[in-house]
């Protein structure tokens, strides 16, 4: 299997541009999760879906960030407008009915 | 208070060495636990479930505690790849989120 896969693995852009990061979870796995890390807060759990709907998108910080998962084999999450401290490294991960998830690459995102 | 609490470290341990570290919950109806295990600049990966009886696998032994609400990690013998970032994961059970701490950073010392 090729794991979870994501894209960009790495992102800088702008201050105000749109930023949209891409997720394939491991074929088959029915939960996905969007993680933040940064040195000041660790990883922090922005959404994640079951069965590709939204359960929990407590930890989204604003409404400049949304997810979707319009299908099992793929989510996005986009920030408009990006801002610098939004800059992290962001996880996405998925799971198959345990409860251990299984991480991607991460998309390291560098807002100036 | 934080779901999960980990102490950050640095943990600087040389080769050899017994190192532990422990992760406390503040939610008790929470299900399961887990160890993972992150590289500088990687994604974190799964390093062993802990179950309630506690469990081992080679030189690493988990353990929970519920009545106090923490797990721990032990890491015997410890060896130069052993550096890491340790991070402690709490699940309720089923479809529930997987909350982590922060992290403890590992060090190992030739």
């Known amino acids: 299997d090729a794991g979870v896969i994501q894209s960009p693995r790495h992102e800088v852009t702008e201050m105000g541009q749109e930023v949209t990061l891409r997720c394939k979870p491991i074929?088959?796995?029915?939960?996905l999760f969007w993680y933040r890390q940064t040195m000041m807060r660790g990883l922090e759990l922005l959404i994640y879906?079951?069965?590709?709907?939204?359960?929990?998108d407590s930890g989204m910080p604003e409404d400049r960030f949304s997810a979707k998962m319009p299908n099992a084999s793929f989510s996005t999450l986009k920030i408009q407008p990006s801002e610098p401290r939004d800059s992290a490294v962001y996880f996405c991960?998925?799971?198959?009915?345990?409860?251990?998830?299984?991480f991607g690459q991460g998309t390291r995102l560098t807002v100036v | 208070r934080k779901e999960v609490e980990q102490d950050p470290g640095p943990f600087n341990v040389p080769e050899g060495a017994t190192v532990a570290f422990n992760c406390t919950y503040s939610?008790?109806?929470?299900?399961?636990f887990f160890w993972y295990r992150q590289d500088c600049r990687k994604e974190p990966k799964l390093l062993m479930s802990?179950?309630?009886s506690g469990n081992e696998d080679g030189r690493f032994t988990a353990q929970l505690n519920r009545a106090s609400q923490y797990i721990s990690l032990l890491i015997r013998d410890s060896k130069l790849s052993d550096s890491a970032t340790y991070l402690c994961?709490?699940?309720?059970?089923?479809?529930?989120?997987?909350?982590f701490g922060t992290g403890t950073r590992l060090t190992i010392i030739p």
């Open positions: 991960a998925s799971r198959l009915q345990v409860p251990e998830a299984f």
């Open positions: 074929s088959g796995h029915n939960s």
């Open positions: 879906f079951n069965n590709n709907v939204p359960i929990d």
């Open positions: 939610n008790s109806a929470s299900q399961s």
């Open positions: 802990v179950y309630s």
């Open positions: 994961a709490v699940n309720l059970g089923g479809n529930e989120k997987l909350t």
